[in-house]
């Protein structure tokens, strides 16, 4: 079955420090990978993606993830945080021949002063 | 730069009403889906649409839901008689083509059924 799984629901850390929000997925030939953040009752916002390439990918307000195909892994990193980054993550994944996304459960993510 | 736009930003009705969320993708796209949040849990999809047929469906999308494309702009979802579990956020989304092109998505619609 197809799947994400966001294991982390909520990971806090202190202002300036780096962070981590992990991200896996089941199996498949093709995908495609996506990143959300949401902030407290507003829409999803692209953080960035992975479409096809170099298995790095940078992202809008220094997020970066890596796709690791043999890890089944498309993981979330940040090397400073801001208090404003404060918000649910939410990971997406995209089955090559499927329509819809796939989200994960979430993951808030909170940084503290 | 073109998004999406949906309207109305929030919905209150009555149990057993009848409600239309709209939706404006962008304009050259050509795939349409719907999406749902239930408050404090991730989001979940409920169908895609082209070409004015339904592409694919959760199980969630039932008989009760419905979209449509009435013009060459606007996307329509109708709950034909809300339920207290309906009430979510609702977002509409677009993509030009299936494969890897991204979703754009909307800011969403709440919707409380009361």
């Known amino acids: 079955a197809q799947s994400v799984t966001q294991l982390d629901s909520q990971v806090p850390v202190f202002e300036e420090a780096p962070v981590e929000l992990r991200c896996n997925y089941s199996s498949s030939v093709s995908v495609y990978l996506f990143w959300y953040v949401q902030y407290p009752n507003q829409g999803l916002q692209l953080l960035l993606k992975y479409l096809s390439g170099s298995t790095l990918v940078k992202g809008i307000n220094g997020f970066e993830a890596e796709f690791n195909k043999s890890q089944t892994s498309f993981h979330l990193r940040k090397p400073s945080v801001h208090i404003s980054d404060t918000a649910e993550y939410f990971c997406?994944?995209?089955?090559?021949?499927?329509?819809?996304?796939?989200f994960g459960t979430g993951t808030r993510l909170k940084v503290l002063a | 730069e073109p998004e999406v736009t949906q309207t109305p930003s929030h919905q209150v009705t009555q149990m057993g009403q009848e409600v239309i969320l709209r939706c404006v993708p962008i304009s050259n796209h050509l795939y349409f889906y719907w999406y749902r949040q239930i408050l404090g849990q991730k989001v979940e999809f409920l169908v895609s649409f082209y070409n004015n047929e339904i592409s694919e469906k959760s199980e969630i999308f039932d008989d009760q839901f419905s979209v449509e494309r009435p013009d060459g702009s606007n996307f329509t979802l109708k709950i034909r008689s809300t339920k207290l579990e309906d009430s979510a956020m609702y977002f509409c989304?677009?993509?030009?083509?299936?494969?890897?092109?991204?979703?754009?998505f909307g800011p969403g619609t709440r919707l409380t059924v009361t």
């Open positions: 989304a677009s993509s030009v083509g299936q494969g890897a092109g991204e979703q754009y």
């Open positions: 997406a994944v995209h089955y090559s021949g499927t329509y819809k996304y796939i």
